[in-house]
């Protein structure tokens, strides 16, 4: 059973809070926390135990974390039931949750961005909307070409540029100003 901490409670009750900032549901970004933070997998009785949550809630959860990818079954041995375990490895968990969230709202978006500025929808007489829309397609283009080039970069070469920070900057012609 976990333990739960002062310090783990903090950030289990921190993490819903940021979760509901984010778009997800308080109990599923609590119940991510919970399992990020303890080290056996745990079982959904344990979870709603523990989090003081609705069985139900707890699985439709579960199902949301799986979905996303930073969640997992995995099996104890002498025990029939399910547990659950948190990707640990933060890099490759918040990279997940960034092509999640890629996937679902950057890619639709981009996907309206062109349609709106080519073809008959692109010919309106209304010039100012068509090079706003121009310009946030522009903007939206560039930042996915970006992600896609940061992506493929293996986690070592993404922490090491990471860790640059403003050394990158001066690299940059008037980047440094």
């Known amino acids: ?20 900032k984010w778009g997800v549901n308080r109990t599923v970004a609590q119940i991510h926390a919970l399992l990020f933070l303890s080290p056996e997998p745990l079982n959904a009785e344990e979870i709603a135990e523990t ?24 099996h104890v041995m002498g025990d029939r039931r399910d547990h659950y375990e948190s990707m640990k490895d933060v890099w490759e968990m918040f990279q997940i949750i960034l092509d999640e969230r890629k996937k679902r709202e950057t890619d639709p978006t981009l996907a309206v961005l062109r349609e709106l500025t080519s073809g008959a929808k692109g010919k309106t007489k209304d010039e100012y909307t068509q090079q ?34 403003d050394k990158v900057l001066k690299m940059i012609p008037g980047g440094g100003k």
């Open 132 to 165: 706003r829309l121009g310009d946030m397609l522009e903007f939206f283009e560039s930042m996915t070409t970006w992600y896609g080039q940061m992506r493929r970069l293996p986690k070592g070469a993404l922490v090491r540029f990471m860790k640059m920070g």
């Open 51 to 74: 989090l003081s949550v609705a069985r139900s809630n707890v699985s439709n959860s579960l199902r949301e974390l799986q979905g996303w990818g930073i969640v997992k079954v995995v």
């Open 1 to 20: 059973m976990f333990e739960m901490t002062p310090t783990n409670e903090s950030f289990i009750l921190h993490w819903g809070e940021m979760g509901t």
